[in-house]
């Protein structure tokens, strides 16, 4: 059974960075697909950005795209999300998710227990 463990989260100015992690358990994270959402507070659930299983492509939302890169690491087992020029809409929990039964839907798929991204202006 995959198990998932975001950690990375803090407090950032404006225009900095962070790196968030997702520690996985169970099976390699090149056999599933995963994936980083947010959610701020008061808003929807927001993918924002994936890597699919294999590591064959990976997705951004626009509001992301230049600024993040997700990557993966067999040796560590985990998947890392890079952010770079942090804005304060950034800010919100972020969760990272997999789908190691690949039934395309992350809502039926493993989910961390989310880590605090607060991006001061």
């Known amino acids: 059974q995959v198990r998932l463990v975001e950690s990375g989260g803090g407090l950032v100015q404006a225009g900095g960075s962070l790196r968030l992690s997702c520690a996985a358990s169970?099976?390699?994270?090149?056999?599933?697909?995963m994936a980083w959402f947010r959610q701020a507070p008061g808003k929807a659930r927001e993918l924002v950005a994936g890597?699919?299983?294999?590591?064959?492509?990976?997705y951004y939302s626009d509001s992301v795209k230049g600024r993040f890169t997700v990557s993966q690491d067999k040796k560590t087992n985990a998947m890392y999300l890079q952010m770079d020029s942090l804005k304060p809409d950034d800010t919100g929990i972020y969760y990272c998710?997999?789908?190691?039964?690949?039934?395309?839907?992350?809502?039926?798929?493993?989910w961390g227990q989310g880590t605090q991204v607060t991006v001061s202006s």
């Open positions: 169970g099976r390699t994270v090149t056999d599933y697909s």
């Open positions: 890597i699919s299983w294999g590591a064959t492509s990976l």
């Open positions: 998710a997999a789908d190691p039964l690949r039934t395309g839907s992350w809502d039926s798929g493993v």
